[in-house]
């Protein structure tokens, strides 16, 4: 590899910073980058920023209420479950662009006994689901079929997800959780900026349905700060889960609205398929790395295997040595992740519908054969990767994660794919519907109306739940398995790189928590062939130099949200970080 390229904005300041002193060193910025922004916030800001600590518990998500009801429910000695749960319930209500009862999503727990189990309740297809529904009578995909009408809602996952959580791990009743979420609705909130910045994207379309105009829009216009947001239908929903649980959701009354709206809007749900949802737990994805113990979602999530496998193709270069955004570093990060998409997009899905072949994915030769393709000084066209480019993922998740005081953690992460899903509200449920069967293969082989070529095996079948990149991540330390780090974030197919470089930022590049998750960023994907970086990631001289080996980069303002906790090793306190890139976010702790 080429030598690299002097270190630039924060890459700078956090090479002077010790890695075992990461967890809690603040680190120093050279004077040549105090102008250099990412975001609107300046490198300045961003090598002295410091996380939240607690030494009780601690809840980080991109909604402050909804952080502030885990933090409540942990006081009132619920344990993390018991606070995740509240916090997905609060979420619904405060940020309903992305927090769903109308979604589906993927909970993974470290149980204070050490045990890791990972909750699957993903969106399934509906019974009536075929391989070419998004197609016209020639077999050409129709753009918009998938995102915009009733056909791309799945069954939602979200009500037996967080409810067979609780009843598992938790300590608190459904009335408990789910009451701070009634209230939000019944009450309001005041909305802030970034709540409205998020309203405005899809005015238009609220505009469209007169149940979503009469509580999105403020008497026909779109509201402003200070605004306050009431949601009464959706606390009539919410009141019939806390009152009746899974039965109102799936057998009972908000299943029979659903499906009235499917029908008089051309959808394909039936009370069956309310009736034959299940949620599936599963073993997590495990794997090791410099003396850490990565614990990750498993498929359908394609999350957990790609990061193992971009880890461990990355285990024997000197990353520490090399720093953050220099020309080594970024070289072998970007074709670790450039093979690991391609067997992601090759080989992952649903295993009820598709054989997983995790353990050679994962297997030690398998990787070493990777790692041997990667030229010194080269980029690899990503043409002579062999893989097939898997769907376009819809962006607007949202992750939260949680720490108690006994020791158990919980990071979840779910969502309705494209902000507000479809856009639509059946009847007076008060709730979004998802739009998730657009994470579907809509047509293997061909080109879709993106120009993505999609594979087989995450084509559409009956009942089969989408392949996803969501990533909710635990990591344990040492030999005793520790707790270290729970970590997540929204982005679509960038939420596999984006956590990845969380966790390598700080056991590689010595940054604390909440330098981790503000750094800009890249990410490759395999196809197309281009890497998205952030402002601010690369000195001007080791683009040029990455560029000269053949590297092809487009500048993104930012993308995900990463809300992340770590245990200091040495007292044991938590610190937690909420992304800078969602400024209504929060860490709160006690």
């Known amino acids: 590899m080429t030598k690299s390229a002097p270190l630039w904005g924060l890459a700078a300041a956090l090479a002077a910073v010790p890695v075992a002193q990461a967890a809690s060193q603040q680190a120093p910025i050279p004077q040549q980058a105090l102008d250099a922004t990412a975001h609107g916030t300046t490198m300045a800001e961003l090598a002295n920023a410091r996380p939240v600590t607690a030494v009780h518990g601690m809840v980080v998500s991109d909604q402050h209420l909804a952080s502030d009801v885990g933090v409540e429910i942990l006081k009132e000695g619920g344990n993390a479950v018991d606070a995740a749960v509240a916090v997905g319930f609060a979420q619904a209500v405060v940020n309903p662009c992305c927090g769903n009862i109308g979604g589906g999503g993927f909970m993974l727990v470290h149980l204070a006994n050490g045990q890791n189990v990972f909750l699957d309740f993903r969106e399934k297809a509906p019974l009536k689901a075929t391989p070419t529904m998004f197609q016209d009578a020639k077999g050409n995909v129709i753009h918009g079929k998938s995102t915009s009408t009733y056909l791309g809602v799945g069954v939602p996952g979200t009500v037996m997800g967080l409810d067979t959580a609780l009843k598992k791990y938790g300590t608190m009743s459904l009335g408990q959780v789910i009451a701070p979420a009634i209230k939000l609705a019944n009450d309001g909130f005041e909305l802030d ?285 040492g030999p005793e398995k520790k707790l270290y780090m729970v970590t997540g974030s929204p982005g679509g197919s960038t939420i596999i790189t984006t956590v990845l470089q969380s966790f390598l930022n700080v056991a590689e590049f010595g940054m604390n928590i909440k330098q981790a998750v503000d750094a800009p960023r890249m990410h490759m994907q395999w196809l197309p062939d281009t890497v998205m970086i952030e402002p601010g990631l690369f000195a001007p001289e080791a683009q040029k130099q990455l560029e000269a080996m053949g590297y092809k980069f487009r500048q993104v303002q930012s993308w995900g949200a990463d809300e992340a906790i770590l245990v200091d090793p040495k007292t044991g306190a938590l610190e937690g970080a909420n992304d800078r890139r969602r400024p209504a976010g929060l860490a709160a702790g006690y």
Not at 424 to 440: P, R, S, V, Y
């Open 193 to 477: 900026q970034g709540d409205v910045n998020v309203l405005n994207q899809r005015v238009k379309d609220f505009a469209k349905h007169p149940n979503v105009a009469a509580i999105f829009l403020n008497q026909g216009k779109p509201y402003v700060p200070g605004d306050r947001l009431r949601q009464p239908q959706l606390a009539k929903t919410l009141e019939l889960i806390s009152k009746d649980g899974t039965g109102a959701f799936y057998r009972g009354p908000i299943a029979q609205d659903v499906v009235a709206g499917s029908d008089a809007n051309g959808g394909l749900l039936s009370l069956q398929d309310f009736a034959d949802y299940t949620v599936q737990w599963e073993t997590p994805i495990t794997c090791t790395y410099h003396g850490y113990t990565y614990v990750a979602a498993p498929p359908p999530s394609s999350g957990g295997v790609s990061i193992c496998q971009i880890l461990q193709i990355l285990e024997p270069y000197p990353l520490a040595k090399w720093g953050y955004g220099s020309v080594n570093g970024a070289h072998a990060i970007i074709e670790a992740e450039r093979r690991a998409y391609a067997d992601r997009n090759t080989y992952l899905g649903d295993p009820a519908f598709v054989h997983n072949p995790i353990a050679k994915l994962l297997a030690p030769d398998h990787v070493a054969a990777l790692r041997d393709t990667i030229l010194p000084g080269k980029a690899t066209p990503s043409s002579e990767v062999k893989g097939s480019l898997g769907p376009e993922e819809g962006t607007n998740t949202t992750h939260y994660s949680v720490v108690d005081s006994h020791g158990n953690a919980v990071a979840v992460t779910y969502t309705i794919n494209y902000l507000f899903g479809n856009g639509q509200i059946a009847g007076d449920t008060g709730f979004f519907l998802n739009n998730e069967m657009d994470d579907f293969t809509s047509k293997p082989g061909v080109p879709n109306s993106f120009g993505l070529v999609q594979d087989k095996a995450n084509r559409i079948e009956p009942g089969k739940r989408p392949l996803s990149s969501m990533s909710p991540s635990i990591v344990l330390r």
